[in-house]
């Protein structure tokens, strides 16, 4: 069984229990990072940890615990729960008041803080990344806060189950005619030496996986272009892929039915994929 972090205790996870009145719960009034373990060791940890303190800051949360305490209870559930490769989530909510109400509770409410490891072997030799990833598109019919990592995931889930239904792996949100992201990733396309993304704005996820990836690609003397692309531009492109922690650099090979090049994975997404690894797990803590 596994230990999980709750509230300033380690439990075995059936003993972890949350309140009801929660605002996590009651109102999606809550914030989360998902870090990835390769080697038993943290991979960008300091990006995380950046973003989740922004994200607090734009909803006016505090945080229960610092960021040097939180770095401890990441590497202590990964030793506890023996993780060599897998992730970590972390969640933090507006506490629970002891009553429903849409204002927010008094200051003093203690948040909630949550963190779970996920076990799993083989994430970096993963042979979806061999295979490469089926796409559609769907429109974009998320809140205009989405540089916010809150826990409000059902139109993302909801866009997962439509790409399921398609016989698809994710689904690439589309607004005023151009890509946002993916369901819980970042969007890329590939034209010759050029790598394509979206620029960062309100309208996405800042990915830590993506800042990393673009810094790699420009050290590599890639070219990279950060601004909208359609779905069309898209499905011209020579290649595409996704970023995230939990997929690293993902190929994608299929855009709503219409192959990529040849329909098999990229050289230039391997080859990110490559050094981001590589490159993460040098600097993992
Ligand atoms: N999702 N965009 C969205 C909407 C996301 O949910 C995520 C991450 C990303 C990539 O961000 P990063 O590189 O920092 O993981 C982009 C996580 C993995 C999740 O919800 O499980």
Redesign the pocket.
Known sequence: MRTVYLNGDYLPETEAKVSIFDRGFLMADGV???T?VLDGKLI?FA??AA?LERSLSELEMRSPISMDDLLEVHRELVRVNEIDEG?I?LQITRGAPGDRDFAYPPEDTEPTIVLFTQNKPGLANSPAAQKGMKVISIADERWGR?DI?TVQ?LY?SMGKMMAKAAGCDDAWMVEDGAVT??????AYIVKGNTIITRQLSND?????????VLRFAKEAQMKVEERPFTIAEAQEADEAFI?????FVMPVVEIDGKALGDGTPGSVAARLREIYLDESRKAAV
């Open positions: 989360y990072e998902v990835s960008d990006g995380h973003r992730m989530y989405r990592k995931l993302p992201e993916g369901t819980s990733n970042n996405i996820l800042h990915g830590i996986t993506r800042a990393a970023t995230s922690a939990s997929t």
